[in-house]
Nanobody
């Protein structure tokens, strides 16, 4: 069983920065892709960024050039550095870990609120 715990959300002004962190406990092998999703009020949950154990990344077009995902395989952590934040980045951000070969092994954190507002 895998447990994911996020931290680092909060309120920030447009143009500001926030860093989200996710710590995984349990068995996270190199087969797990880790990532961040977000859900705005009234909207579906959407992918923000993903990273493999080898460091390959994938970003939503809306965050490319502004957000950076990183991963520490030894510590089982994944971070999301968010710069140049916009009001449309507001939402609940969820950490995710999914096994690349066994899709049923798909785990979520409890979510952390990010609000971008002046």
């Amino acid at each position: 069983q895998v447990q994911l715990v996020e931290s680092g959300g909060g309120l920030v002004q447009p143009g500001g920065s926030l860093r989200l962190s996710c710590a995984a406990s349990g068995s996270i092998s190199s087969f797990y892709v880790m990532g961040w999703y977000r859900q705005a009020p009234g909207e579906q949950r959407e992918l923000v960024a993903q990273i493999t154990s080898g460091g390959r990344t994938n970003y939503a077009d809306s965050v490319k050039g502004r957000f950076t995902i990183s991963r520490d395989n030894a510590k089982n952590t994944v971070d999301l550095q968010m710069d140049s934040l916009k009001p449309e980045d507001t939402g609940v951000y969820y950490c995710n870990a999914v096994h690349a070969l066994i899709g049923q092994r798909n785990y979520w954190g409890q979510g952390t609120q990010v609000t971008v507002s002046s």
